[in-house]
């Protein structure tokens, strides 16, 4: 692979990790924005079983938002690696920043770009069950609300 063919893959996949990263966190903060207004209209908090689900569903929302933040975060490291000329110069780059920041210790041999963005990815799946967690915790919630 050449340099070429990683600065566009490694941008690439930053333009997908931001988008994977606005759209949950929009439904979640227009879910929660709407949600009381339904819950309370209906009555949801005065049942136990629909307060609990309203909790989760708060809950799940922090860590859908949590994680959408890191995979900003991550994006914008993986456009800094695109930024470089080959994928061990963005390596690199990435390394020293994290380190500098005191995030992460600088390892000894950049890490690959697949490696990366397996890492990315297994936080887009966290993100995602976080997602389901809060649409089933609000939907149990408008179940065990009165009529």
Known sequence: MTGNADQERADR??????KQAAWPAAVV???????????SARGAFETLPAA????????????????????????LLFRLMASHNDEAAGGAAVDDMLGRMRLKP??????????????S????????????????ALLTAGFWAPL
């Not at 996949?13 to 931001?18: G, P, V, Y």
């Not at 609990?52 to 994006?75: K, N, P, T």
């Not at 990815?121 to 089933?136: E, M």
């Open 52 to 75: 609990i689900a309203l909790s989760v569903s708060a809950a799940s929302a922090v860590a859908v938002l949590a994680l959408s933040a890191l995979l900003v975060f991550d994006a």
């Open 106 to 119: 600088s390892p000894s041999t950049p890490r690959p770009l697949d490696d990366r963005i397996a890492g």
């Open 13 to 18: 996949f930053a333009r997908t990790l931001m």
């Open 29 to 39: 903060v227009a879910a929660n924005s709407l949600a009381p207004l339904a819950a």
């Open 121 to 136: 990815r297994r936080l887009l799946f966290k993100q995602r069950f976080a997602l389901a967690v809060f649409a089933v």
